[in-house]
T-cell receptor, first 109, second 116 residues
Framework: DAKTTQPNSMESNEEEPVHLPCNHSTISGTDYIHWYRQLPSQGPEYVIH???SNVNNRMASLAIAEDRKSSTLILHRATLRDAAVYYCIRSSNTGKLIFGQGTTLQVKP | DAGVIQSPRHEVTEMGQEVTLRCKPISGHDYLFWYRQTMMRGLELLIY????????DSGMPEDRFSAKMPNASFSTLKIQPSEPRDSAVYFC??????????????FGQGTRLTVV
């Protein structure tokens, strides 16, 4: 099914920007790229999604490569509350969201 | 809206017993998903419904698992008989739209199931 590749873990300092990469080299033209995050002991929560153009919302920005084979989730100023597992998901035309292992983000004060 | 509501939040049961997990999706949402999360396997999609109809149950591990959605505001995931390897956190999620590709899914807080 839909596959993405993310680093297992990343570290960031508080109040610094964080760039979380994701590779989706086999993405098709109609697949959206979704990002979710899961804080400890909570269910996943939506962060952002996009198709081709870069996207911004109050939580983050999503930069999508021109060939769409990779994308980067950007947290502009990391806080301790941003420590979570971040999932990059390539949605397919089946409508399913298939989660991979994600990137565990640690934010240091 | 109160979001996706799951009950119970915690369930401890003995091996062989029947377990029923419940989910109330967000009003107006037409997609409902059941996921299971373990340390070993991460988040796995078990089954999902569209307009109360099961669309894909290929993730259901075996016949001991069954899911129903009798109406737009309620779904159940049943395990009968339960086994220790079923211990996990079970999440329910819902979304709105003709396709989930361009929408966001909302997750409940999960049910932590422990089978002893």
């Amino acid at each position: 099914d839909a596959k993405t590749t993310q680093p297992n873990s990343m570290e960031s300092n508080e109040e610094e920007p964080v760039h979380l990469p994701c590779n989706h080299s086999t993405i098709s033209g109609t697949d959206y790229i979704h990002w979710y995050r899961q804080l400890p002991s909570q269910g996943p929560e939506y962060v952002i999604h996009g198709l081709t153009s870069n996207v911004n919302n109050r939580m983050a920005s999503l930069a999508i490569a021109e060939d769409r084979k990779s994308s980067t989730l950007i947290l502009h100023r990391a806080t301790l509350r941003d420590a979570a597992v971040y999932y990059c998901i390539r949605s397919s035309n089946t409508g399913k969201l298939i989660f991979g292992q994600g990137t565990t983000l640690q934010v240091k004060p | 809206d109160a979001g996706v509501i799951q009950s119970p939040r915690h369930e401890v049961t003995e091996m062989g017993q029947e377990v029923t997990l419940r989910c109330k999706p967000i009003s107006g949402h037409d997609y409902l998903f059941w996921y299971r999360q373990t340390m070993m396997r991460g988040l796995e999609l078990l089954i999902y419904f569209n307009n109360n109809v099961p669309i894909d149950d290929s993730g259901m591990p075996e016949d001991r698992f069954s899911a129903k959605m009798p109406n737009a505001s309620f779904s159940t995931l049943k395990i009968q008989p339960s086994e220790p390897r079923d211990s996990a956190v079970y999440f329910c999620a819902s979304s709105f739209g003709g396709t989930v590709m361009n929408t966001e899914a909302f997750f409940g807080q999960g049910t932590r199931l422990t089978v002893v």
